[in-house]
């Protein structure tokens, strides 16, 4: 429903997707793999194959109060996220509400990609997204301390993706 809260879970990494995009960013040869870039502090191949986290054990006890869950895989949050809202409405995320993993960062910059295109091509550091009652979000967040508050559920079809600036401006 509309204004209902959107919570994400951070990711580990790249979890199953963008591997193509990302062997064309930095190559596949093991020169390339092994590079250490500063803002990840380690090769590059081990940013790339970090595991992919299970969200199960964090979500199952809270499974009552949530209203919709979408894992974000390929299609980023931008494909995934509009599965689970209704018709007519849509998510309004504020992506300064939680940190973007450096190896995002490092391949929209590497890859010259538009944020875009980052947005719906990989999860951009939320792997699993939660909708569910406000009234809900504050147990949900005290049960899953590491449910962050992202966006909510607007009268709008799609997703916006804004960043509050700190003067308290939305762009």
């Known amino acids: ?51 992919h986290r299970c969200y199960y054990n964090d979500l199952k006890d809270v499974l009552p109060l949530v209203r919709g869950m979408a894992h974000i895989t390929g ?23 939680w940190p973007i993993p450096p190896v995002f960062t490092l391949m929209q910059r590497l890859g010259d990609i538009p944020r875009e295109e980052m947005y719906r091509d990989f999860n951009m550091g939320l792997g699993m997204v939660v909708v569910a009652a406000p009234g809900d979000a504050g147990e949900l967040r005290r049960q899953v301390p590491e449910l962050i508050t992202v966006g909510e559920v607007v009268r709008q079809a799609g997703i916006g993706l804004a960043r509050r600036l700190p003067d308290g401006r939305t762009v």
């Open 75 to 97: 299609g980023g949050l931008v494909d995934n996220v509009p599965r689970i809202i209704p018709e007519g409405l849509g998510v309004r995320f504020d992506a300064s509400s």
């Open 1 to 51: 429903r509309e204004g209902a809260a959107v919570l994400g879970l951070p990711s580990s990494g790249l979890h199953t997707n963008g591997y193509t995009l990302a062997r064309r960013i930095f190559g596949d040869s093991r020169e390339a793999l092994e590079k250490v870039y500063p803002e990840l502090g380690r090769p590059v191949g081990e940013a790339l194959l970090e595991p």
